[in-house]
């Protein structure tokens, strides 16, 4: 049975002011004289030629798996699929322009955030850092108490589904399982324990669907939607995968909540915080092979009897030094949508201001000289930057703002003064990004690169230009293809 992994909360969140249902009726009626099998197979090829937004794609998706009817292709079915759409795209101008006229980067941010959900800048480099990160002894143990495989072996497992799916929208179900593989890592009891993690009957999925889609203002938003957390549909002898982006991240990060990292009763907050920090420092020295700068890992010190410590990571050189913090905190389901983000954003963002009043706080103590292993030098550069493991989007001004008066506001109550915004300006990246960037910080410098990407010239033309480097791709073919 169907049950939500994503939210800790029961229940309605919030209650809409807006609602389209009667705007979604006509729609609906169309939808079930569609064809299921067929319609998907045209939302996927739509999707794959990038034809059909992605939260269009997503919402035909979903409603086409709950009202579809129709036992046999209907002579018009091509006609009626097209109308669907036309209203489909009608209907998602109509709810986003009110959006767009009274909360514009509020809906910007939300959009993003629903656009890009599955997005990482590598599958290689995405794959093997949440490896990296939950392979983590005391992570790693619990994972594989929780899922009863080694955690390596079902991302093996997960990595195959995900290669055959990115190819192929349905797929007998016999071609996983069976004992042909039964002495290699895809044996039928491996795959089936996959398949039991990633998958969930058609039956389980529509309800889970049917309890939890709204149709007001986040009507194209999916976020904790049980299609993202069960990516791969068990329809009897067929397997149905929609979304292999979504499939690739659930069996990467959707591990945090199959396991329930994030429960208190099971203690892994700070193994989990600190092998996301470890994971940055590998990063960072991957991309200083050449040793051009000296990154540090964090130092302890004393001051007036209390045992302090800096940053999870410094990066310094004779023109410079940046404070790195790290952070595995993710941004609230609320947090991402129209409606119910008043709930919890203003929450979230504090968390990450409060990370930058340390670094503030951090970057004091070295100017006052109060770190002997670290002594000021007036001619350096100073920075400070956050590194969250999931994407918020801080960028967009409405969530920058917020951010500016939080930091502002906390440096005034620790009696820091608003100049130090000025001389030491802080960043916010995820992992994902950071990991692009990086590179070219480390290349230019990273005050510079600030410099210049305040200035508008690391652009595209820039980016694509640059020799970026592959972090893992020699660790990822021994691990998950030499088997």
């Known amino acids: 049975m169907y049950e939500e992994r994503y939210s800790t909360k029961k229940g309605k969140l919030y209650t809409s002011e807006m609602d389209y249902f009667d705007e979604f009726k006509p729609i609906r009626n169309k939808i079930r004289r569609l064809h299921l099998n067929t319609t998907l197979e045209r939302i996927r090829l739509l999707k794959g030629r990038g034809e059909?937004?992605?939260?269009?794609?997503?919402?035909?998706?979903?409603?086409?798996?709950?009202?579809?009817?129709?036992?046999?292709?209907?002579?018009?079915?091509?006609?009626?699929?097209?109308?669907?759409?036309?209203?489909?795209?009608?209907?998602?101008?109509?709810?986003?322009?009110?959006?767009?006229?009274?909360?514009?980067?509020?809906?910007?941010?939300?959009?993003?955030?629903?656009?890009?959900?599955?997005?990482?800048?590598?599958?290689?480099?995405?794959?093997?850092?949440?490896?990296?990160?939950?392979?983590?002894?005391?992570?790693?143990?619990?994972?594989?108490?929780?899922?009863?495989?080694?955690?390596?072996?079902?991302?093996?497992?997960?990595?195959?589904?995900?290669?055959?799916?990115?190819?192929?929208?349905?797929?007998?179900?016999?071609?996983?399982?069976?004992?042909?593989?039964?002495?290699?890592?895809?044996?039928?009891?491996?795959?089936?324990?996959?398949?039991?993690?990633?998958?969930?009957?058609?039956?389980?999925?529509?309800?889970?669907?049917?309890?939890?889609?709204?149709?007001?203002?986040?009507?194209?938003?999916?976020?904790?939607?049980?299609?993202?957390?069960?990516?791969?549909?068990?329809?009897?002898?067929?397997?149905?995968?929609?979304?292999?982006?979504?499939?690739?991240?659930?069996?990467?990060?959707?591990?945090?909540?199959?396991?329930?990292?994030?429960?208190?009763?099971?203690?892994?907050?700070?193994?989990?915080?600190?092998?996301?920090?470890?994971?940055?420092?590998?990063i960072l020295n991957k991309t200083n092979e050449s040793n051009k700068l000296d990154v540090l890992e964090e130092i302890k010190f004393n001051y007036k009897g209390n045992q302090l410590k800096t940053s999870d990571w410094i990066v310094s050189s004779d023109k410079e030094i940046v404070f790195i913090e790290c952070k595995t905190k993710r941004l609230r389901m609320p947090s991402k949508t129209l409606e119910a983000y008043s709930d919890t954003l203003d929450e979230d963002i504090d968390f990450i201001a409060k990370a930058l009043i340390q670094l503030y706080k951090i970057v004091h103590h070295y100017k006052s000289g109060n770190i002997p292993k670290l002594l000021f030098d007036p001619n350096k550069e100073i920075s400070v930057l956050v590194v969250t493991l999931e994407e918020w989007f801080i960028g967009g001004p409405d969530i920058k703002e917020k951010l500016d008066l939080a930091v502002r506001s906390k440096l005034q109550q620790e009696q820091i003064g608003l100049e130090v915004l000025e001389l030491c300006p802080y960043q916010c990246y995820s992992i994902d990004n950071f990991e692009i960037d990086n590179q070219i910080m480390f290349n230019l410098g990273f005050a510079e690169f600030f410099r210049k990407q305040k200035k508008g010239e690391i652009d595209e033309t820039f980016r694509k230009s640059f020799p970026f480097m592959d972090y893992h791709e020699t660790e990822f073919k021994e691990t998950f293809l030499r088997l």
């Open 52 to 282: 059909v937004l992605p939260e269009i794609a997503e919402f035909l998706f979903v409603n086409v798996l709950l009202y579809s009817e129709a036992s046999n292709i209907p002579k018009q079915q091509d006609l009626i699929f097209n109308d669907v759409l036309r209203r489909c795209n009608e209907l998602s101008g109509k709810v986003y322009s009110k959006k767009i006229d009274s909360m514009i980067w509020r809906w910007l941010h939300a959009l993003a955030l629903t656009q890009l959900k599955s997005h990482y800048n590598g599958y290689i480099n995405a794959t093997y850092r949440y490896f990296l990160i939950f392979s983590d002894p005391q992570l790693k143990l619990h994972i594989e108490q929780c899922i009863g495989i080694s955690y390596v072996d079902y991302l093996r497992c997960a990595l195959w589904l995900h290669a055959v799916f990115s190819r192929e929208l349905k797929v007998p179900k016999s071609y996983f399982l069976g004992k042909k593989n039964d002495r290699t890592v895809f044996s039928e009891a491996n795959m089936s324990k996959a398949l039991s993690l990633l998958s969930l009957p058609l039956k389980e999925i529509k309800e889970g669907l049917r309890s939890s889609l709204t149709y007001d203002d986040d009507m194209f938003i999916f976020h904790g939607k049980p299609h993202l957390e069960y990516p791969i549909i068990d329809d009897n002898e067929y397997l149905y995968c929609m979304f292999p982006e979504h499939l690739h991240a659930q069996l990467l990060s959707g591990i945090y909540y199959i396991a329930k990292i994030y429960d208190p009763k099971n203690n892994l907050s700070n193994p989990f915080g600190k092998s996301f920090e470890n994971y940055v420092g590998t």
